[in-house]
T-cell receptor
Framework: KNEVEQSPQNLTAQEGEFITINCSYS?????LHWLQQHPGGGIVSLFM???GKKKHGRLIATINIQEKHSSLHITASHPRDSAVYIC??????????FGTGTRLQVFP | DVKVTQSSRYLVKRTGEKVFLECVQD?????MFWYRQDPGLGLRLIYF???????EKGDIPEGYSVSREKKERFSLILESASTNQTSMYLC???????????????FGAGSRLTVL
């Protein structure tokens, strides 16, 4: 069964801290996605990757195919980074399977 | 710059009522999806459409139906709403697999449905 698991479920940090959110998945994915959901519901795609690393501003996503693991890092965290971060995977089809999300709160 | 629009942000309905949730996208995407999101369960796929008049059941289709008569519009129908259908409903669209940028979902703002 294709599955995606995230950790931790909840994360609090002080402004400026380096943050890591983890995602593990079952074998054979074609792509791994990271999404962000702010309070109020809107979901935005941050990254889609199948190998290596991608960076956008203070966000970095990495994937290790051998270990079936991906991480989302936030450098120099800020209160506006407070959101739910969601990992999702696809197995060569148009449909994604989602993790349950990591709720991040960054305090000033 | 809104790309996926859901017709209602908040709805309150009574048990047994028929409910229509509408979703419109302006990006000419082939794929459209309806998800529901519940605390601790993440996003779960209700139905998926890969073309006009084409649909596939997702993980939790029971109690729901869909309609896609035009490429830009995908409707979710609750024939007889029940309290366990109280949830956040999210519509999304994407290009079909194989095209550049495929599988990257664009979401609507969500429709929070309460069934009393």
């Amino acid at each position: 069964k294709n599955e995606v698991e995230q950790s931790p479920q909840n994360l609090t940090a002080q402004e400026g801290e380096f943050i890591t959110i983890n995602c593990s998945y079952s074998v054979g994915i074609s792509a791994l996605h990271w999404l962000q959901q702010h309070p109020g519901g809107g979901i935005v795609s941050l990254f889609m990757l199948s190998s290596g690393k991608k960076k956008h501003g203070r966000l970095i996503a990495t994937i290790n195919i051998q270990e079936k693991h991906s991480s989302l890092h936030i450098t120099a965290s800020h209160p506006r980074d407070s959101a739910v971060y969601i990992c999702a995977a696809s197995w060569g089809t148009d449909k994604l399977i989602f993790g349950t999300g990591t709720r991040l709160q960054v305090f000033p | 710059d809104v790309k996926v629009t859901q017709s209602s942000r908040y709805l309150v309905k009574r048990t047994g009522e028929k409910v229509f949730l509408e979703c419109v996208q302006d990006m000419d995407h082939e794929n459209m999806f309806w998800y529901r999101q519940d605390p601790g369960l993440g996003l779960r796929l209700i139905y998926f459409s890969y073309d006009v008049k084409m649909k596939e059941k997702g993980d939790i289709p029971e109690g729901y139906s869909v309609s896609r008569e035009k490429k830009e519009r995908f409707s979710l129908i609750l024939e007889s709403a029940s309290t366990n259908q109280t949830s956040m409903y999210l519509c999304a669209s994407s290009l079909r697999t194989g095209l550049p940028g495929a599988n990257v979902l664009t979401f609507g703002a969500g429709s929070r449905l309460t069934v009393l």
